[in-house]
């Protein structure tokens, strides 16, 4: 049984674990866990100029965790993953192991993908610089795939729990009134359309910034001299899965456990959970999200007071005009500009 394992930290409702995950989660029942929510490590781990094998290599060792994440979640359960992109290096061309992963995980461990989701970075940096910003061939990756997938086709979830405010536009039609008809695309918009139900639904874009300055953990961080974690995601990323596919008192594992975010929002929310973490540089610093609780705070109230609730992307053609001055590099940009 995992519970005789000694956690590193013990705290209310969670346990934190010193070591490689696999051990842990060998330890574990069978059907024993509601929620497997990780951010897995992504960077691909030996460079190659071009070619498969670092792609089949990672699939490779996610192999044995795949296995243990079928073994022990419940049938009703679910698993998320959030994945970055990656470049291939030395050529402008986009790794696709995070695609072969989700194939992988639904065609050999039988997973079934619930839905894709995005999680969009406003924050992040146009790179790598030499295709986006020197040669210009390429645009500025800022979106993470988020794979939610589970055992059943029927993993428990509520929309309910993440509805987001209307937009403009539906706040407009929901005053200005909506005429019931058939659009183009063939969908029969009816009347229930342009009913007020207080929220929207949300689409399966997750827009939340990465810029996290002046939390208690980066200041527990900097008091203690401890290094942060280099790659944390935002907690709304965790909580927003963790709202929507869990109930309080439910088990919530992260498997690859950093700087435990994932611990922590779960005990927020009132979720058990199990953090596990290989490196323990991380968790001299995931300790400080533990040691005072951080003032009633949630992450969206948070983002609200930031100002940051709403986000607006630009129709693409803003800026478009039908004065096209210079013709694309012929050689696609393979000769780098001076
Ligand atoms: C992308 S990071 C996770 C960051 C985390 N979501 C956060 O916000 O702090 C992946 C983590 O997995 C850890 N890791 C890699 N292999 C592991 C293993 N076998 N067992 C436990 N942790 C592992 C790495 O040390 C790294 O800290």
Sequence with gaps: MERELTPW???????IFHGDSLNVMRCREDSSVDMILTSPPFALTRKKDYGNEQEDEYLEWFRSFALEFRRILKPDGSLVIDLGGAWKPGIPVRSLY????LIMLCEEYDFH??????WWNPSKLPTPAEWVNIRRVRVKDAVNTVWWLAKSPWPRASNRRVLQPYSDSMRDLLNNGYKAKLRPSGHDIS???ARDNGAAIPPNLIAVPNTESNSRYLRYCAKNE?????ARFPASVPEYFIRMATDRGDLVLD???GSCVTGEVAE??????VCVEIKEEYLLGAKGRFEEPEQGCTTAKGAKKAGEGYYRIPHPGLLWDDEERDLLPADGGRKRPQ
């Excluded at 930290?9 to 346990?15: A, F, H, N």
């Excluded at 995070?98 to 992963?101: G, M, P």
């Excluded at 993908?113 to 995005?118: D, N, P, R, T, V």
């Design 113 to 118: 993908l619930a839905q894709e989701f995005y």
């Design 226 to 230: 401890v290094r942060a974690h280099p």
């Design 191 to 193: 009347e229930k359309f």
């Design 255 to 257: 498997p690859f456990g």
């Design 268 to 273: 927020r929310l009132e979720r058990e959970w």
């Design 9 to 15: 930290l013990k705290t209310r409702l969670g346990r």
């Design 98 to 101: 995070h695609f072969k992963l």
